[in-house]
Each structure stands twice: as structure tokens, then as C-alpha cells.
T-cell receptor, first 111, second 114 residues
Framework: EAQVTQNPRYLITVTGKKLTVTCSQNMNHEYMSWYRQDPGLGLRQIYY???????DKGDVPEGYKVSRKEKRNFPLILESPSPNQTSLYFCASGASRQPQHFGDGTRLSIL | EDKVVQSPLSLVVHEGDTVTLNCSYEVTNFRSLLWYKQEKKAPTFLFML????IEKKSGRLSSILDKKELFSILNITATQTGDSAVYLC??????????????FGKGTLLTVNP
């Protein structure tokens, strides 16, 4: 079954404790991206990747890092999380310039 | 700054009504416009529009793009309670070379009452 898998689905953590949210897709898509969704602000793109070893900033990249060492995986790293990064995060993948398929989301709460 | 604006922000209708959701965009290097439906979880893809004036249809849903006036509409006819969701519009933008980013509007919350 074609899917985008994010882990964890829920996480409560504390300020400054490094965390990684993993994202994996099984559709051999070139394009992968991360979004955060906040009430009143909608979905905002954090980072995207056109292919392995090719990443670029989206609209809200501050405080986040990504890597794309393999085509199927695109982890989101928060080196020193802060409360303003409390949000619902989505990973998505798609063929180049094609609609993206979203994962089920990760709800992060940073205290 | 690239902008995608949706209206209305929320809408309440009765089953059987027809609704029109609007999406306007002001972006550089526009490539295509996408519509998604979001219920409780992840957004699910509805339509991708690249050319002006060509209507895309899927059952009771249809959408069209006007690249001259920089907007798109999503129509839902004979609404059902299952159509209740947030509808998201997004613009695919060429951000340089072969790079593409996706900018979303804030969404329209549609509530269909029985």
C-alpha cells in the first residue's frame, strides 16, 4: 500500500531537548517536504527536497534541519526545540511537480 | 512575498446546497494550483490545475483556474454532511532552477448541516 509514514504520531517534550521526527515513503517519490499547521495560519512549508542530497528552505525554516541521504527518508530535526514549535507537523511526498501525498501528522508539544 | 488567499474562511450550508469556494494567488513563477480536502487528519488531494479554463470534475466536485485573473474556484453541488471539512488551496511555485515549493492558503472550513 502506498503511504507516507511519520513517527512519532504524538510527542510531548521539553525545551532544548533535541528531537527527530522521521518520515518514510514507499512510492519512490523524488519530492518530499515538511509542513507545520497552526490555527489561523494554515499549512506552512518548512523544508523541501527535490531529490537525494538536494534540500531547500520553505517559508518557515528557522529552528529546523532536514537531511535526505536516501530517497525514501526525510527526517525533520529540531536541535533545540522551543515552545513556539509546538504544532501539528505533516510530511508529504510526490513525483516531481505532482500532487503530494501527506502522512497522518505528528502532534508535537514542547513545554 | 508569495500569497494564496482563500475565501470565505468559513461557510455553513444545508445538505443539498451548492457551494463555491474561492482561491486567489499572488506568486512569482506560478506553475499549478492544487486543491485538498482535510477532515480530521491529513489533507487528501482533490485536483491539480495547470491550464486556464479547463474544468476538472470528480463526482459532485469541480474546479477551474483563471490564470489571467489569478484565481481558482472549487464547486460542490448537492452537498452532503460528508463534505464537511477544511478545503485547502495551494500554489506550486518554481523557486529557482528545478526547485518547486508549495504555498498554501489558510483554508475554508465548510460545515454542511443535515
Amino acid at each position: 500500500e502506498a503511504q507516507v509514514t511519520q513517527n512519532p504520531r504524538y510527542l510531548i517534550t521539553v525545551t532544548g531537548k533535541k528531537l527527530t521526527v522521521t518520515c518514510s515513503q514507499n512510492m519512490n517519490h523524488e519530492y518530499m517536504s515538511w509542513y507545520r499547521q497552526d490555527p489561523g495560519l494554515g499549512l506552512r512549508q518548512i523544508y523541501y527536497s527535490m531529490n537525494v542530497e538536494v534540500t531547500d528552505k520553505g517559508d518557515v525554516p528557522e529552528g529546523y534541519k532536514v537531511s535526505r541521504k536516501e530517497k525514501r527518508n526525510f527526517p525533520l530535526i529540531l536541535e533545540s526545540p522551543s515552545p513556539n514549535q509546538t504544532s501539528l507537523y505533516f510530511c508529504a511526498s510526490g513525483a516531481s511537480r505532482q500532487p503530494q501525498h501527506f502522512g497522518d501528522g505528528t502532534r508535537l508539544s514542547i513545554l | 512575498e508569495d500569497k494564496v488567499v482563500q475565501s470565505p474562511l468559513s461557510l455553513v450550508v444545508h445538505e443539498g446546497d451548492t457551494v463555491t469556494l474561492n482561491c486567489s494567488y499572488e506568486v512569482t513563477n506560478f506553475r499549478s494550483l492544487l486543491w485538498y480536502k482535510q477532515e480530521k487528519k491529513a489533507p487528501t488531494f482533490l485536483f491539480m490545475l495547470t491550464s486556464s479554463g479547463i474544468e476538472k470534475k470528480s463526482g459532485r466536485l469541480s474546479s477551474i483556474l483563471d490564470k489571467k485573473e489569478l484565481f481558482s474556484i472549487l464547486n460542490i453541488t448537492a452537498t452532503q454532511t460528508g463534505d464537511s471539512a477544511v478545503y485547502l488551496c495551494a500554489a506550486f511555485i518554481n523557486s529557482g532552477g528545478s526547485n518547486y515549493k508549495l504555498t498554501f492558503g489558510k483554508g475554508t472550513l465548510l460545515t454542511v448541516n443535515p
